[in-house]
């Protein structure tokens, strides 16, 4: 009886949702998106969006722009400088404990500069993703649980292997609470530049946007409230070579400024693919 009244406040909370309202650099807070103050930060290194409800991408936007960067996404206006091999932190404002799911993370190179690059050629590959930690309990413990207990907030690691240059981080949370009603899994990405420096020579191939996730795969398709013991991470392949942090959610100690123009030294060379 218990398990079926959390199911079911699970599957009919009306909760805000949420968006990064900040990424935390080696001590340094920059600004991410705020959809509930729009015009208030246009120096942020989020794109911004038009998911002024805080909502999601659900399975019909995956072969459409909204799945790129969420819906309605324009490039950031500035990037945070950061080292391969630096770790992010992203802050979400808030999480509801009912939204279950995996977490990603995905680098795509932007070639010359990411406040320009248009968002449809941008080529994914995947860095860190976290999805069922222990489904010994329905509807499971997940990465989306381990965010809500670090603070809300997010870590990921700037693989050390990648060659220097411009990048769009998309971070994204997967809700599966409402995943066994048709269109029912929910996509929240968010679209971070940066620029990041190093020696690395690495230029892993990538997945468009639209191709990322196939609005069929049965890991968007299920009822996590009757129990879940395997889970296959939606997206393609994590490149190798890289380590999942173990979270923790350091206060910044400033504020970033955002860099704006753009170096041609770092540009990448293309990636074969
Ligand atoms: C799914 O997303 C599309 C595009 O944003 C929207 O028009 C539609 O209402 C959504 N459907 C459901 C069931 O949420
Ligand atoms: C938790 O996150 C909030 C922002 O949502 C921040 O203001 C606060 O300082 C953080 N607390 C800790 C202990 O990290
Ligand atoms: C669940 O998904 C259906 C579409 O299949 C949608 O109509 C409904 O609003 C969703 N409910 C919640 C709680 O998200
Ligand atoms: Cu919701």
Not at 48 to 61: C, E, K, M
Not at 131 to 156: C, F, H, K, T, Y
Not at 251 to 256: A, E, F, K, R, Y
């Amino acid at each position: 009886m218990a398990i079926l009244s959390v199911a079911l406040a699970g599957r009919l909370s009306v909760v805000a949702h949420s968006f990064v309202s900040n990424i935390n650099i080696n001590g340094l807070s920059y600004d991410g998106f705020r959809p509930t103050e729009p015009d208030k930060h246009p120096f942020a290194i989020g794109w911004s969006t038009t998911a002024f409800d805080q909502g999601y991408v659900n399975q019909t936007g995956y072969r459409t722009e909204e799945i790129i960067c969420h819906r309605g996404a324009k490039n950031a206006k500035g990037h945070a400088p950061v080292s391969a091999g630096d770790v992010v932190h992203i802050q979400w404002n808030g999480w509801p404990e009912s939204h279950k799911g995996p977490v990603l993370d995905y680098l795509a190179s932007c070639g010359e500069s990411c406040e320009t690059v248009d968002k449809d050629a941008l080529q994914f590959f995947k860095i860190n993703q976290v999805g069922l930690v222990d489904g010994s309990r329905a509807p499971g413990l997940w990465g989306s649980d381990q965010l809500i207990a670090n603070n809300n907030s997010w870590m990921v690691e700037i693989p050390q292997q990648i060659q220097p240059g411009y990048y769009v981080l998309r971070t994204e949370i997967i809700s599966l609470h409402n995943a066994s009603n048709e269109i029912g899994a929910q996509n929240y990405p968010q679209c971070i530049n940066l620029q990041v420096t190093g020696d690395g020579i690495e230029a892993p191939p990538g997945v468009l946007g639209k191709e990322l996730y196939d609005p069929d795969d049965p890991s968007v398709h299920l009822d996590i409230y009757e129990g879940v013991l395997t889970y296959n991470i939606p997206g393609p392949t994590l490149i190798s070579g890289v380590e999942t942090v173990t979270l923790s959610h350091p206060l910044p100690t400033g504020s970033g400024t955002p860099l704006t123009g753009f170096t041609t030294s770092t540009v990448p060379t293309p990636s074969p693919s």
